[in-house]
């Protein structure tokens, strides 16, 4: 069974802090997504990465940044922590070179900036 | 760009049917997914069309038409457990299969 595991289920933050989200999975995924979900928004895709090293700006990047640095892991990073990011952080991957692979969703993040 | 809607909120009764709408615009396309989430958990799989037509899986089925940029989800004898919202998602062709996401159908069963 694919396992993808969220550092922290909860997390509060002061505006301005410097904030680490990290995520591993442990199927060998090449592909590995950061989403936030908000209520009435739905998931939005932040960035993703098809590879190590690599990684592709999703819809909603700015404030934002990540890490790719092992295949089984991926960071998001908010350089700057700000109110408007308060919100539940999703990260998911999904594996193989063909398209009909699902995505496999850690159980989240809730990230508060007070 | 892409662009995806589904309705807010859906309410149906136990042991009925339902059909959940999804359309979609995309500039490439590499299949449509289906996922279910309850509540304070991680959405789930359901299903995935990426050919014309009709998918059925148990209570659930998914049907797609690219030409029209829709789908639609199809649950059969509700049960109260189905009550939760519908994440219709869209994969572009580019690399690394970028996933995108409608804003969900929250799906009240009531008895």
């Known amino acids: 069974d694919v396992k993808v595991t969220q550092s922290s289920r909860y997390l509060v933050k002061r505006t301005g802090e410097k904030v680490f989200l990290e995520c591993v999975q442990d199927?060998?995924?090449?592909?590995m997504f950061w989403y936030r979900q908000d209520p009435g928004l739905g998931l939005r895709l932040i960035y993703f990465s098809y590879d190590v090293k690599m990684k592709e700006k999703g819809d909603i990047p700015e404030g934002y940044s990540v890490s790719r640095e092992k295949k089984e892991r991926f960071s998001l990073i908010l350089e700057s922590a700000s109110t408007n990011q308060t919100s539940m952080y999703l990260c998911?991957?999904?594996?193989?070179?063909?398209?009909?692979?699902?995505?496999?969703f850690g159980n989240g993040t809730r990230l508060t900036v007070t | 760009g892409q662009n995806i809607d589904q309705p807010t909120e859906m309410t149906a009764t136990e042991g009925a049917i339902v059909q959940i709408n999804c359309t979609y615009q995309t500039s490439g396309f590499n299949g449509l997914f289906w996922y279910q989430q309850h509540a304070g958990e991680a959405p789930t799989f359901l299903s995935y069309?990426?050919?014309?037509g009709l998918e059925e899986k148990g209570r659930f089925s998914s049907f797609l038409s690219r030409s029209k940029g829709y789908s639609y989800l199809l649950l059969k004898e509700l049960q109260m457990k189905d009550s939760a919202s519908y994440l219709c998602a869209v994969r572009d062709n580019t690399g690394g299969f970028k996933t995108i996401f409608g804003a969900g159908t929250r799906l009240f069963v009531k008895a």
């Open positions: 998911a991957s999904s594996g193989g070179s063909r398209g009909n692979s699902p995505l496999h």
């Open positions: 069309n990426v050919l014309d």
């Open positions: 199927m060998d995924h090449e592909n």
